[in-house]
């Protein structure tokens, strides 16, 4: 079974049509159908927010590897916000990628500094 095959066996067990499904997992109509043409792999992040949002492992997402679903009490559960963040950052370019690890970097730094004072300046979302 090719990766295109569990897309279409997802979509079909979770009720959705493919517009519906692409907005489940917060990427474009465009994105799925190549997904579901065979024109387009999928990255680890995209499979994990399947894996979060419709309960199929991810391992069988990307390689058709058991369990097809995924152990529900091992999934950690990620908020609307950090689901919407890991979406976005899915799009990003190589270039957008970098300034938002360095980003992060400069963030959890300062982090680390006011906490040897007191409390963190950015508690975690």
Do not use: H
């Not at 009720?15 to 109509?29: P, S, Y």
């Not at 190549?34 to 979060?52: P, Y």
């Not at 949002?53 to 559960?77: H, V």
């Amino acid at each position: 079974m090719e990766l295109s095959d569990r897309i279409k066996t997802i979509i079909k067990e979770s009720g959705l049509n493919q517009k519906n499904f692409a907005r489940k997992i917060n990427v474009t109509d465009s994105y799925i159908s190549k997904l579901l043409r065979g024109e387009s792999g999928m990255s680890n992040t995209t499979a994990f927010l399947i894996e979060e949002i419709c309960g199929y492992s991810k391992d069988w997402i990307l390689n058709g590897t058991e369990p097809k679903m995924a152990n529900k009490s091992a999934l950690k559960e990620l908020t609307p916000l950090k689901r919407k963040i890991i979406a976005d950052i899915e799009q990003m370019s190589p270039e957008e990628l970098k300034a938002v690890y360095t980003y992060i970097m400069t963030l959890q730094q300062t982090n680390k500094e006011f906490s040897e004072e007191g409390k963190p300046l950015f508690p975690a979302i």
